[in-house]
């Protein structure tokens, strides 16, 4: 089964305005972890967090962690076209050399 | 230079065929992994090799097989392929579980 479950599965909004997607995950983690993937293509890397540490921020990205309830959010700040793309979140299993995906979240900016 | 390429990039193939994915990265990283992307978009992981082990086999079929002839290379071979193995599938590497670096897909469409 899926590690984390994303919200929303699908996004849109008006360029310009902030767009907020959620993961939650079911075990342990040393951290997590936020890529982007734009059509037919392969994930990049955003942004990184330690299950020691609490909010983090990239430029326009915002991360923050509840290790508590299991749960991530990705803040993108004043959104662009060219932010149009699936997130997801990923979170290491601990007892295992592997990287877990969540679901997914489909953002669409509208020009 | 590509960090991690994955070759080719689509295959078209008969039912019953056997077929191989490669994947070579040059960041010098211990972990190599297999991800399959379905229709829906989620992606689920198949294989993870660290320093050419084994670590975790998904409950994939054993049509599918992992080979690694060293720490930088991780080829995917499939046995006897079927419809339902239509796919894009995604090689990727990290150090330690940490950030992933991925390959732009081999897109499988089995007819």
């Known amino acids: 089964s899926q590690q984390g479950e994303e919200d929303p599965q699908a996004l849109s909004i008006q360029e310009g305005e902030n767009a907020t997607m959620n993961c939650s995950y079911k075990?342990?983690?040393?951290?997590l972890q936020w890529y982007r993937q734009n059509s037919g293509r392969g994930l990049v890397h955003l942004i990184l967090?330690?299950?020691?540490?609490r909010e983090k921020h990239s430029g326009r990205l915002r991360v923050t962690l509840d290790t508590s309830k299991k749960s991530s959010s990705l803040l993108i700040t004043a959104s662009r076209a060219a932010d149009t793309a699936s997130y997801f979140c990923?979170?290491?299993?601990?007892?295992?050399?592997?990287?877990?995906f969540g679901s997914g979240t489909r953002l669409s900016i509208r020009p | 230079d590509t960090a991690v390429s994955q070759t080719p990039k689509y295959l078209v193939t008969q039912m019953g065929n056997d077929k191989s994915i490669k994947c070579e990265q040059n960041?010098?990283?211990?972990?190599m992994y297999w991800y399959k992307q379905d229709s829906k978009k989620f992606l689920k992981i198949m294989f993870s090799?660290?320093?050419?082990?084994?670590?975790i086999n998904e409950t994939v079929p054993n049509r599918f097989s992992p080979k690694s002839p060293d720490k930088a290379h991780l080829n995917l071979h499939i046995n006897s392929l079927e419809l339902g193995d239509s796919a894009v599938y995604f090689c990727?590497?990290?150090?330690?579980?940490?950030?992933?670096?991925f390959g732009q897909g081999t897109r499988l469409t089995v007819v």
């Open positions: 990727a590497s990290s150090q330690a579980n940490t950030e992933a670096f």
């Open positions: 090799y660290n320093n050419k082990e084994l670590i």
């Open positions: 960041l010098g990283h211990d972990t």
């Open positions: 075990t342990s983690i040393n951290n």
């Open positions: 990923a979170t290491d299993d601990s007892s295992a050399s592997k990287i877990i």
């Open positions: 967090i330690r299950s020691n540490e």
